[in-house]
């Protein structure tokens, strides 16, 4: 096609979402392509005195035009998914993989890379500049750029399956969500769930042009049932379907884990290490997959004892309310009884918050707290084009009136859209004649939507999930670093949470509450009686809150770590007797949560060997969050420590180095457990 006017090549602040198409996303990766590889031949073959210029800035522009063109690209498979573009997105995947491949195997740029390092040039690198170089020659290193041919042609192939594997298990996991639905046309079944879920089930029912109740597995819908629903064996049902998603006919992940696995496993030995654990985590801070697995173990010895008397009591609990035949406590019965648990403990129900949680309201409230703590300002806009008539743009200036940066918000499910919560850049500002130019991004959410009517109205639980992901969002938008691949959230990944997971703090406390949580109709504050019920119940059953954690963590370090199919047979099974002493119940046989678990498979890397990083920086977070504690929580110079120290410095100097200019000292360990009341 003619590209003379494919918006993926036209690489502007705002972006025309509304004009891309599936017919753009080949056309544009395949010239951006050929632009790449000719930068990368150029690189390659250049001689002559190295500079700073003609070798480290030139290497980040070799794939910025595609870069830009596949997180658009990308991000509209994600939000606004078609068959069609679903079939371009995935033939795009083996050729940008490749192409990324043969940057870090191409021999001519790795010489450039030693011989550059050898120059008087850069030896008077400025340190973050010199950061970026020692990062990069160390991460050629790690791709295997010191490689034979051969050896560099296999792990090109490993890099190019991997990304088409894991493109295909995230699609598989979407359709599997789509796929299911349940409807209740008996009212009487409906017993126990909130209004505000009969009210959604019957909306979605009305959209489809069904009768009755409907109910999926996107978030809010397998909460509610799982929670609050008093007829077991739908929530059986329902529980059931959502531990064996994608595990059936044309959308069975499970030969893809294996074959993940393996191609990891091949991967990490082919470049010299034990396992797939130590490759990814050398620049991290955990350091290796032994560092990272002695941190959940120690995290775990300290929360067992706790966790098995949280068990003990709900399983009495359960009994004495249901008498002699109560049974065993199964999978689905958990969050139905510790929910009836905790309000007779604490005569508290979080659908009790609901009204004091309208969306925009929390939004607002979002923003002022931003304000307070880093002095800058966010404003809605209307001139951006957008993907869906439900997304909204915004953006960000500092207190001297200069643009940050701007953001697209998508907070509301669709079927088109994939499932959870997320953050992401789209163009990372660089230092220019007037300053840093503005960065872009966009902030994703699966929220309750509004109806009836109604605005949103909130748990707050998604509050504190819409807080952690603006952390990342200003993570991004605050970054001050003058080289593209050190700023924003490039970081390593047992550190990146800790801007948004510090977010979450003030979701709890008073004087942060009362600037958002206020009833969507009487604007209210939500009444002291239940506001001290909230901070009661929080640590109610923290102890298993943690160990369900440090499951996914344990048993995403032991499939990087230990798991031999030869000798630990299928890796379904294998996964489920790993997480099982962390669950609250017997995990029975057929349990597969792993073939949905994107978190892990849903790219080449991602969180693979790094779920432990969500308990490393909560450490961090509750850590630092005690400064905020002890000086204010709206204390504007506290905020605008943890903004010149934490969120403008990116990767521009090493982690820890950034947590103890904050905090003055290495992070207390201690302080996660004393927060959630297991010390």
Not at 558 to 575: I, N, R, S, W
Request: aromatic share 10%; proline share 5%; with cysteine.
């Amino acid at each position: 096609m003619d590209n003379s006017d494919n918006p993926l090549l036209d690489m502007q602040f705002k972006v025309p979402f509304d004009r891309i198409n599936a017919s753009h996303v080949e056309a544009a990766a395949g010239q951006r392509l050929v632009e790449s590889k000719a930068r990368l031949n150029s690189l390659a073959g250049s001689a002559g005195p190295r500079t700073y210029a003609n070798t480290m800035q030139a290497l980040e522009e070799i794939t910025r035009g595609l870069d830009y063109a596949m997180a658009v690209a990308g991000h509209m498979e994600s939000v606004a998914t078609t068959p069609d573009l679903r079939t371009a997105w995935n033939n795009v995947q083996e050729p940008v993989s490749e192409l990324h491949s043969s940057i870090l195997f191409s021999g001519g740029i790795w010489n450039a890379l030693n011989e550059y390092a050898g120059t008087a040039d850069a030896r008077e690198l400025d340190p973050v500049r010199a950061r970026f170089l020692r990062k990069t020659v160390d991460e050629f290193r790690r791709h295997g750029a010191a490689l034979l041919t051969e050896q560099k042609k296999r792990l090109s192939e490993i890099a190019m399956e991997l990304a088409t594997l894991t493109t295909k298990f995230s699609q598989n996991v979407l359709d599997a969500t789509n796929a299911f639905e349940m409807l209740i046309e008996d009212e009487d079944k409906l017993a126990g769930l909130p209004e505000s879920a009969v009210r959604a089930a019957r909306a979605d029912a009305e959209a489809k042009g069904k009768k009755g109740w409907r109910f999926t597995l996107q978030a809010p819908s397998l909460t509610a049932v799982l929670t609050y629903l008093d007829d077991e064996k739908i929530r059986e049902q329902v529980y059931w379907a959502a531990m064996t998603r994608a595990t059936s006919g044309d959308m069975d992940n499970r030969p893809l884990i294996a074959r993940i696995l393996a191609l990891r496993s091949e991967e990490a030995r082919l470049l010299s290490y034990a396992n797939f654990a130590d490759y990814v985590l050398e620049d991290r801070m955990a350091g290796t997959g032994e560092r990272a697995i002695l941190f959940v173990e120690d995290l775990r010895r300290k929360t067992e004892d706790r966790f098995r008397k949280e068990n003990e009591e709900l399983r009495n609990f359960r009994q004495e309310m249901l008498g002699k035949g109560a049974g065993d406590l199964k999978p689905w019965d958990v969050g139905y009884w510790a929910e009836k648990q905790r309000k007779v403990l604490y005569d508290f129900d979080e659908e009790a918050l609901r009204p004091y949680f309208p969306f925009p309201r929390v939004l607002a409230g979002m923003f002022e707290i931003a304000r307070r703590l880093y002095g800058i300002r966010i404003t809605e806009t209307d001139t951006m084009p957008v993907w869906h008539p439900s997304v909204r743009t915004f953006a960000v200036h500092d207190s001297d009136g200069s643009h940050l940066g701007s953001f697209y918000a998508d907070f509301f499910p669709r079927e088109t859209k994939r499932g959870g919560a997320w953050m992401d850049a789209l163009i990372t500002g660089e230092p220019g004649l007037a300053g840093f130019k503005p960065h872009l991004g966009l902030i994703c959410g699966n929220l309750t939507p509004p109806m009836d009517g109604r605005p949103a109205l909130l748990t707050h639980t998604e509050v504190e999930t819409i807080f952690h992901e603006f952390g990342h969002l200003l993570h991004h938008l605050l970054s001050r670093v003058p080289v593209r691949s050190l700023a924003g959230t490039h970081v390593a990944w047992d550190f990146v949470e800790l801007p948004s997971q510090i977010m979450e703090n003030w979701c709890w406390e008073r004087e942060a509450l009362d600037l958002f949580a206020r009833h969507w109709s009487t604007n209210e504050t939500i009444p002291e009686e239940l506001f001290r019920k909230l901070t009661r119940a929080r640590n109610f059953r923290s102890a298993a809150a943690m160990m369900r954690q440090l499951g996914f963590a344990w048993t995403d370090l032991a499939l990087h770590v230990k798991y031999d199919p030869e000798h630990d047979g299928d890796v379904v099974e294998f996964a489920r007797k790993q997480l099982a002493p962390f669950s609250a119940s017997d995990l029975p046989p057929g349990y597969a949560m792993i073939a949905s678990f994107t978190h892990l498979f849903s790219s080449p890397v991602a969180y693979a060997a790094g779920y432990y990083s969500y308990k490393w920086a909560e450490v961090l977070d509750a850590d630092a969050f005690s400064r905020f504690r002890r000086e204010g929580i709206f204390n504007p110079e506290t905020g605008r420590e943890f903004r010149r120290h934490v969120l403008s410095r990116g990767d521009s100097d090493d982690p820890m180095e950034l947590y103890k200019r904050f905090m003055g000292r290495e992070p207390d360990p201690s302080a996660l457990l004393n927060r959630s009341g297991l010390l």
